[in-house]
């Protein structure tokens, strides 16, 4: 794209949304395109409609900020009826469901819920009530997709969720969680303090405490092989941290990394949004030498990371940078010799496959059966 665009540009845009009336049509154009790529074009169309300063911009973008209301409010009045039916079923198995991510911040109203896109519905379950959770949901309309019989396997031995469910007539993706990162890697966090917050929120859902919420969004994005929709997450914890901000939330907060081991992860994040919203959130200072260059290094890495990945703001730098989150996720997800077990697994079967020329020629077929037994 010939017209330059910077990645401040984009941070000003978010910081100081009333600013962006001084933008010609040109620039309006290529914050768009960045905008509808970091999935973030109807969260600022939201914040720009309740602002004094919707009428100022131009008539062509008023019209795709109103198509992008649109269609997020759609998706928004969709995942809280799904989620009321998906809660009313599992209740009524005695399993007390409780939504994570996009669908938590549109049950709990949120201060980033108008405008959050969601790609699936994130639902946490404990352990013991899985197989139940499960059985209820197949025997309800829900159905998982064919995989391979590795692939099922990968999911219930090494994953924290099951393979994701598929509603039959409405196409509602759902992941069912019994943790929040992948027990297999030795990082996933103690439930019990999570548990331990659940708030029944007003619409007679559950979602997990501010809190936990908070520090839910950082273990999913700094632990993550993919930050394609990194910058996203940080409005999300822009959004959370200005909306709950005291000091019993960021006490905590520190509690829940500490206890979660997720301190260093927690530093980097609240590095960044005080850097790039003119924060002044409280920040975990690191012990020793090896913590401060690791901490030093972390941020370098996700400041670049985190660049949507849209052609005007690409450069040499974000890329690496995204590389190294790559190889850093996977190293994280599972010990070295489950992990090369895993990809060579994954390889071969892949190899096999093409020269089958059939890329499914392993997966299980798909069964409806359950679906219909209501």
Known sequence: ??????????????????QLTRLSLSDWEVLLFVLKTARLEAYLAFVLHDSDTWDEIPAQVRAHFSAAMVYAQRQNDQVFHEGQEIHELLMAQGVVPVFLKGAAYIIAATKNANGRLCSDIDLLVKEDVLAVSEATLLNNFWYHKSITDYDDKYYREYAHEIPPLYHLTRGTVLDLHHNLFLPVSGKAPPLEQFWEGVVLQESGRYTLEPAAMFMHSIIHLMLNEEVVHGFRDMVDLKCLAEQFNNEPFWQRVEQLAIESHFE?????????????????YPVLQPVGRSQRTKLKWLTRIYKYALIPDHPALHSVRSGVARFMVFVRGHSIKMPFTVLVKHFSIKLWLGFRNWLRGDATADSKPVDLGAAFKR
Request: no cysteine; hydrophobic share 50%.
């Open 1 to 18: 794209m010939a017209h330059r665009f910077s990645f401040e540009q984009l941070i000003e845009a978010v910081r100081a949304p009333t």
């Open 264 to 280: 260093t992860e927690l530093t980097v994040v609240l590095t960044l949004l005080n850097t790039w919203f003119d924060g002044n």
